[in-house]
């Protein structure tokens, strides 16, 4: 328990849904089949749906109110430039089912090589901004692989490796999304819907985790560091490179202090403790 301002308070552990992948139903209108999808979840950073449409092409939505990416697409994008290499990649996993996903989806994709690849996302999700590789290539790895905004964790990491049955040793440097993690989802999608692999139950308690005490103060503690560094950051630009800047005038603490005291004093997970377990 915790003493705030005189009263003790307890905080509550949470249950919630683990880090990983998710293999679930799809309900796509029109389609004859039923159709699968992989969800990719991590600790922090946005979900990712990765689907199969009612014609057996494989796409994923990267950002919101923008069009979908074509699987085969991103696989370029990532390395995978031609057609063989995309084939050799997938073709084991692709000849189980009625439908060849590899093939319909490659019919689809107008790119050709890598750089056509990175050109073709960057242009579909951001229309706005000036064209070149450097931008599309710098896009592309901090939506997946930047650790500020795509975190798996150390639970997301462990799940990944427990789905795609990965039994290498798990460092902090894998808590990051790595190429091939998205190669073993492509996979899984097509082992999906070619009736190869179940579909998980998304109330299990194997697809759930206990959020503790020390992980929720952290991630308060996180948000305040983040508005400090911001607020750091607006100051530093106020001043001139000859004025003698001291840290004492750049640096404000009260964010953090202000995001502890407000997990404390309004969380919806700290409580009174008003009564003991008899």
Known sequence: SFVVNGNERVVVMQIVRAEAVLYLENKVPGAHIPLYMVKLMP????????????????????????????????????????????????????????????DRTLKKDTTTNQEEALLEIFRKLRPEDSLNVENAKEFLENMFFNKRRFYLGKIGRYQLNKKFGITTLITPDDYLLKPSDLISIVKALIQLNNGTLEIDDIDSL???RIRGVGELV???VRVGLLRMEKNIRDRMS???????????LIINTKPVIAAINQFFGSSAVSRYMDQENI
Do not use: C, Q
């Not at 922090?44 to 057996?56: A, H, I, S, T």
């Open 218 to 220: 952290a991630e308060r």
């Open 43 to 102: 600790l922090r950073g946005k979900w990712f749906d990765f689907e199969v449409n009612k014609n057996g092409v494989m796409m994923t939505k990267l950002l919101d109110k923008r069009p979908k990416i074509l699987l085969t697409t991103l696989l370029r994008a990532l390395g995978y430039s031609s057609d063989n290499e995309i084939h050799k990649l997938l073709d084991n996993v692709d000849s189980a089912g009625d439908i060849r996903f590899v």
């Open 206 to 208: 194997a697809n759930r």
């Open 238 to 248: 106020t001043y001139s490179t000859e004025e003698l800047v001291t840290p004492s």
